[in-house]
């Protein structure tokens, strides 16, 4: 899961720079699990990176919350602002991967990154989110979204690949145009593809993310993709040029 995912990389970071820098981890998850319904899902989370975080020093914290995501996220924005008389310099990063968007509203991502030193990685379940363009007047998030995008119902689309171009594009014209975005394919088969979306205001933090992209897919800098044997550079398994 992506949360034992952020605490493993935490770990790797700290024990590979052995860095001094104070770390917040914050991990929020609301609900109950389907897995125990007698728990709650943050307490499936806790249980998971319990022993990951025990072996980190103690200028690196985990902190575990089961709040509505878009109100975690602003209290925390707020909670790590350096007093106006410190020369302390507060960086964030938000990873937001809600399932289905009922607890977000992609909306709040322009509000966060208007604050200094705020990036965001933005999961968008681009399968699920191609299947509502056609679902007029639906109430569901992901609909709203596109709304939102287009300022109205989005058009049609030739093809899965034209709607995650134009989705992309309109993120970026919602997003402001002091704000850096770069997308990252995350694709689980050759056709069925995730993005997620790295958005920042600081020029350095978009090159390297580019960088991680190439060292992540050297053929095509584009993410992650499955090995199907590509040959050549004319034999892109993701079908983006």
């Given at each position: ?42 307490e ?19 902190v ?24 302390d ?37 681009l ?5 509502f ?8 998030p ?5 709304e939102w ?15 995650r ?68 550079m004319?034999?892109?398994p993701?079908?983006?040029?």
């Amino acid at each position: 899961g992506t949360a034992v995912q952020i605490a493993e990389t935490v770990r790797h970071h700290h024990h590979s720079l052995k860095s001094r820098n104070r770390l917040t981890v914050v991990l929020n998850d609301n609900g109950r699990s389907r897995v125990e319904p007698e728990k709650l899902k943050v307490e499936r989370v806790e249980a998971a990176v319990e022993k990951i975080a025990q072996a980190l020093p103690d200028h690196i914290r985990f902190v575990f919350s089961s709040g509505e995501a878009e109100r975690v996220a602003q209290e925390w924005i707020h909670l790590s602002m350096p007093p106006a008389s410190s020369s302390d310099s507060a960086k964030r990063l938000f990873v937001i991967d809600p399932t289905g968007y009922t607890q977000f509203d992609v909306r709040a991502v322009r509000w966060l990154l208007q604050h200094e030193g705020t990036e965001v990685f933005l999961f968008l379940p681009l399968p699920e989110m191609y299947r509502f363009v056609s679902a007029g007047g639906s109430d569901h998030p992901l609909r709203q979204i596109m709304e939102w995008l287009w300022r109205g119902s989005p058009p049609e689309f030739s093809d899965q690949q034209d709607f995650r171009l134009q989705l992309i594009g309109r993120l970026r014209g919602r997003f402001g145009v002091d704000v850096y975005t770069t997308p990252i394919d995350l694709a689980k088969t050759v056709t069925d593809h995730y993005v997620l979306v790295h958005a920042t205001r600081n020029l350095l933090g978009l090159e390297r993310m580019v960088d991680g992209k190439w060292k992540m897919d050297p053929a095509g800098g584009q993410g992650f993709v499955p090995d199907v044997g590509q040959t050549d550079m004319f034999n892109s398994p993701t079908g983006v040029s």
